[in-house]
RNA sequence: UGGGGUGUAGGUCAAUUGGCAGACCGCCGGACUGUUAAUCCGGAAGUUGCAGGUUCGAAUCCUGCCGCCCCAGCCA
């Protein structure tokens, strides 16, 4: 049933408009404008309004004139976001901001707009995620949805043309994965707890041994109370997992993937990136082979810089920053010590105080993007990872299972989408990078 | 959870040593034929986060509470 065929609906059918973005060809040409006022100027004859329809932003002048006294005051009574309907003729014009403009002859409002809270001047951050729903619909904020819409298309695409299979994983699931304690915890009917997932990542192992290369995309719930600008309660993060990589591969894979969606957003979105004033100066030079520098290596070169972290500790933000801008592209840090690490992780033979892991730092301070590592694929020394750390070992069976049947060198990686879009679009906070963020303050809109 | 800030009109912020509650933006009315956050004139707009206290008098000083921001930890 389409809309149209409602009983009662009263707006004009969808087919008849022009989109902003096809003007440019339309010049001359009588169209239909259906959008959003963002902005009013006016004089005593002459009007002008900047009109938003979801493709472009669009000049639309009223000359009193031309469209008699009705017409006039209907489009000077125009108010900041009322959706309007607007007929009028495209014609280039270099006063016009685009080039392009629409000289309006009829004006109808669909929908008014009394007092909208957010106006052209500057507002504070606190104001602005209150208002959420409505500032979405700015600019900027419009730039970095586009963004965003970008790099998760590039995410499919590029696992879809490496011939990876995409597997959902749960989000409702028994205790299992990280270390406990910042789960979301809800009822499950008579089996007790269930937890918000904080990873996909143990069923994708089991989906690895199936399909070969898979990956999940999803929601991820994190529980901590972190109030900083990387954190948030709930992001998406895509994981891949690939049967027979070992690290080494991984941290290729990892390579090829970053360096895609940039250049995906280069390529596709650098109007954007513009209107967000990103210096895509960084982004190009985005691509493999990033730096790679052991854990180890790491912490000798942080020190050369003023910092000093006791080996066996994870390196902390400041580190990273450092490290990072030492570099003038990504940075693959591999082989942290075990103890600061995850039990699944593949203990590195060739030095068993680590891991085969690896983090991928993003430059210019936007820190850890990607966690990855190859996975313990021994039985044996899994389980007594599990009991060295305490974990409940009923609640891995399943996962040891995996290691029972045909177990199989295998890793992958997490990478967080808001990082990764906070990162290429330059924002300070990831809070911005998501359009509705899940902050342990903030819970709507 | 720890450290540092902050809270005044719808918004962004002022208010001297404790002495009449202010400006700009926005909004409303008026003027203006090419504006780019237009400009000019006029107007409306306040439980100074909340609850107590000191004082002739509190936005300002004191006590308690609350909200938010930044940094750290946790991680993606």
């Known amino acids: 049933m389409t809309p149209a065929s409602l009983p009662g609906y009263d707006m004009p059918a969808m087919k008849d408009h022009t989109r902003i973005s096809d003007l440019p060809v339309l010049i001359g040409q009588s169209v239909t404008i259906r959008g959003w006022v963002t902005t009013t100027r006016s004089s005593g004859k002459i009007a002008f309004a900047v009109l938003r329809d979801g493709t472009g932003y669009l000049q639309v002048v009223v000359s009193r004139a031309e469209v008699g006294d009705d017409a006039w005051e209907r489009f000077r009574a125009l108010t900041q976001e009322t959706s309007v309907s607007v007929t009028g003729v495209v014609r280039a014009d270099a006063r016009s901001p685009g080039g392009v403009e629409l000289g309006a002859m009829e004006i109808a409002v669909l929908g008014p707009s009394v007092d909208f809270p957010i106006t052209p001047k500057e507002h504070g951050t606190t104001f602005l995620f209150e208002h959420r729903h409505l500032w979405l619909r700015s600019r900027r904020q419009v730039a970095i949805m586009r963004v965003r819409h970008e790099v998760v298309q590039a995410i499919r695409d590029f696992f879809h043309e490496r011939g990876f299979f995409l597997v959902d994983t749960p989000i409702l699931t028994a205790a299992i994965g990280e270390t406990a304690g910042s789960l979301f915890e809800t009822d499950y009917f008579d089996l007790g707890k269930a937890y918000l997932a904080q990873t996909g990542q143990l ?201 029972k049947y045909g177990t199989f060198v295998h890793s992958g990686f997490g990478l967080g989408v808001e990082r990764t879009v906070a990162w290429i679009c330059g924002i300070p906070h990831i809070r911005e990078a998501i359009a509705f963020p899940r902050q342990m303050h903030r819970l709507r809109p």
């Open 203 to 403: 069923y994708l192992e089991a989906a690895a041994a199936a399909l070969g290369k898979v990956y999940c995309f999803g929601p991820t719930f994190r529980a901590e109370k972190s109030k900083t600008r990387r954190h948030l309660a709930e992001f998406w993060m895509v994981e891949p997992e690939v049967a027979w990589y070992d690290s080494e591969d991984n941290m290729r894979l990892q390579e090829d993937f970053v360096s895609y969606i940039v250049a995906r957003c280069l390529e596709r979105r650098r109007e954007d990136l513009k209107e967000l004033e990103r210096d895509t100066a960084p982004l190009e030079r985005v691509a493999p082979p990033f730096h790679r520098i052991s854990y180890t290596d790491a912490l000798k070169k942080v020190e050369g810089l003023g910092a000093s972290v006791p080996w066996g500790k994870d390196l902390g933000g400041d580190e990273e920053t450092l490290l990072a801008n030492s570099f003038d592209r990504p940075v693959l840090v591999f082989n942290y010590p075990r103890e600061a690490k995850a039990f699944y992780m593949k203990e590195n033979p060739a030095d068993p105080k680590t891991v085969l892991n690896n983090d991928c730092l993003a430059p210019e301070g936007y820190g850890e993007i990607i966690g990855g590592s190859q996975r313990e694929d021994d039985h044996d020394r899994l389980l007594a990872r599990i009991r060295a750390e305490g974990l409940p070992e009923e609640a891995y069976g399943w996962y040891l299972d995996l290691r």
